[in-house]
C-alpha cells in the first residue's frame, strides 16, 4: 500500500537546525532529535515505508516569501518524485496575486498558512485577498487550532468555509489541534463540502477510540496522514495509524488516495 506523508516541513540545510528549535520553543517541547532536512526526512520515510511526502515551509514575513516557495520547489525537483511542495503566502504581501502566480509557475501544488507563528486570524480582513486568489485553484493546509491563542481555533475557519466555498481547506491536526473536540463539534457536524482535516501531531494526545471517533466525525473521505515532520518522526505515525486497524479501504484513502485527489499526486504502481 502506498503512504503519503502530507504534512513534511523542510529547511535548507544550513537553518535547518535552527528553525526546528525555533519551533520546539514556540511549543514548549524538546522531544524530536529530528532536524529539519529534507535528507532525514527521506530517511525516516523510508523507514516508514512512505512512498510520496508533501513538502512545506511558513514565511514568518513577506520578504521570505518567494525564496522559500524557490526553495521547496527546488526541493521537488531533486526528490526524484518523491515529493509535492506547497508554497507559502504572507497577508501582509504588497502583493498577493503575484505570489500566487509564482507558486503556480513553480508548480506547487497548493498553499501552507500558519496563523500563530505568522501572527494573523485566519478570518482578518488582510487574509482575504489570499482566500480569493486561491479560490478554484489551490488548496490551502491550515495549521488549526491551539487553545493559548485565537488565530486559528475552529471559530474563525467556519467563516471561510461558509463564505468561500470554492476554497479547498484542510485543517491540519483534526481541524484544531489541542481543542480536538471543539473543532468536531463546529466543523465536522457541517459536513463542509471544502473542507479535509490531516492526522498530524494529534496521536500523542489521543486514545485510539479517540481517533477513531475524530476520523469518523470527519468521515475517511476528508481524512489525510501527516506525521508534521520533524515534531515527530513518520515512524511511529505510521506504526500507530497501522495500529487502529481500521478497514483497509479507509486505510487506502487516509493514507494515499485523499491526498492524491486534493493535490493531483500520480503514483507509479
Known sequence: MHIIDAHCHIYPDKIAEKATAATEVFYGINHTELNGTTSLLLSEGEKAGITHFIVQSVATSPAQVSSINRFIAGSVAESNGKFTGLGTLHPDSDDIRRDVEEIISLGLKGVKLHPDIQKFKAD???????????????????????????????????????????????????????????????????????????????FYSLTDDEIIKLISSY???????????????????????????????????????????????????
Open 124 to 202: 482578518d480582513y488582510r487574509c482575504l485577498k489570499i482566500y480569493q486568489e486561491c479560490e478554484g485553484r489551490l488548496p490551502i493546509l491550515m495549521h488549526t487550532g491551539d487553545n493559548r491563542y485565537d488565530n486559528s481555533n475552529p471559530n474563525r475557519l467556519k467563516p471561510l468555509l461558509e463564505i468561500y466555498t470554492g476554497l479547498t481547506v484542510i485543517g491540519a491536526h483534526f481541524g484544531g489541534w489541542s481543542m480536538w473536540e471543539d473543532a468536531t463539534k463546529l466543523l465536522a457536524n457541517e459536513h463542509y463540502d471544502n473542507f479535509y482535516v490531516d492526522c498530524s501531531s494529534s
Open 219 to 269: 468521515g475517511d473521505d476528508r481524512v489525510l496522514f501527516g506525521s508534521d515532520y520533524p515534531m515527530w518522526s513518520p515512524v511511529p505515525e505510521v506504526k500507530r495509524f497501522l495500529s487502529l486497524n481500521l478497514p483497509e479501504k479507509t486505510q487506502e484513502k487516509i493514507l494515499y488516495k485523499n491526498a492524491c485527489r486534493l493535490f493531483d499526486i500520480k503514483l507509479e504502481k
